[in-house]
């Protein structure tokens, strides 16, 4: 097995329909903690999405984009209820396996749940103050450059997407680290796939420019983690 390029035939056990119901419920429901841990969102909401949201000087809404079992935006909501920010967040997710996880959270108010995808929302002509996804980036295949041009057609402010950094330390260092999370789950096997299937900075820059020339920026908030950051081009906010 060589890590020097994408291993893009790869397929996470979670995406297969007929997949073990009670392991990917428990996988969705583990990951608020993986991703508590690995993701770097409460870096990139503290040098990106906070600046962002505190200098429009209104309520914001952001739209998380395939966003699982929900824990990514209950955790960003919750930072941004301790800083004072009067945000309205959704997570979509075309998954109903993932949808029903999501809902059983039990969100506050200003945090809702919608089993749908992104070109419903462009449809629907929805606007946001920031967009932003977690893990999306790194299963497109063909259908990068589409998913890249909806998330900026949503987004009148920021796009955010987060990824894993493809290397083999973060391969040797996931397949140790997440042995005391993973009985009952699939987050070792899925995990390591997701890490064979992603990017390298370089890649990801090229994946980008391809797709959508000049627009994006690649960053690496926190070590083993790509940031891909560009400018929305949506038109005023649309609920």
């Known amino acids: ?8 035939e790869l397929e996470e056990l979670m995406d297969d329909p007929a997949c073990d119901p009670a392991r990917l419920r428990a996988t ?11 993701s770097g969102w409460g870096t990139v909401y503290r040098t990106r999405l906070a600046p962002h949201l505190r200098a429009l000087g209104r309520p914001a809404r952001v739209l998380d984009l395939g966003s699982g079992g929900g824990d990514v935006v209950m955790r960003l909501a919750g930072l941004a209820a301790a800083d004072g920010l009067d945000v309205h967040w959704t997570g979509i ?33 929805e606007t946001f103050d920031a967009v ?3 893990h999306v980036l790194h299963h ?15 987004s009148h402010g920021i796009v955010l997407h987060g990824d894993i950094a493809r290397s083999r330390r973060a391969f040797g260092l996931y397949a140790v680290g997440i042995t005391p999370f993973a009985p009952g789950t699939f987050l070792r096997t899925d995990g390591l796939r997701s890490i064979r299937r992603s990017f390298t900075p370089a890649e990801l820059r090229g994946m980008l420019d391809s797709a959508d020339p000049g627009a994006w920026a690649v960053e ?9 950051v560009g400018p929305g081009r949506g038109g005023p906010a649309r609920a």
């Open 220 to 228: 690496t908030p926190v070590p083993f983690r790509l940031l891909a």
């Open 140 to 154: 497109l295949g063909s259908h990068a450059a589409t998913f890249l041009a909806e998330t900026r057609d949503l």
């Open 28 to 38: 969705l429901r583990r990951f608020g903690t993986i991703n508590r841990l690995v």
């Open 93 to 125: 997710d075309p998954d109903e396996r993932a949808h029903a996880v999501a809902l059983e959270r039990g969100a506050p108010q200003n945090v809702d749940f919608r089993c749908a995808d992104a070109a419903a929302l462009v449809s629907a002509g």
């Open 132 to 134: 932003l996804s977690n």
């Open 1 to 8: 097995m060589s890590l020097a390029v994408r291993d893009v």
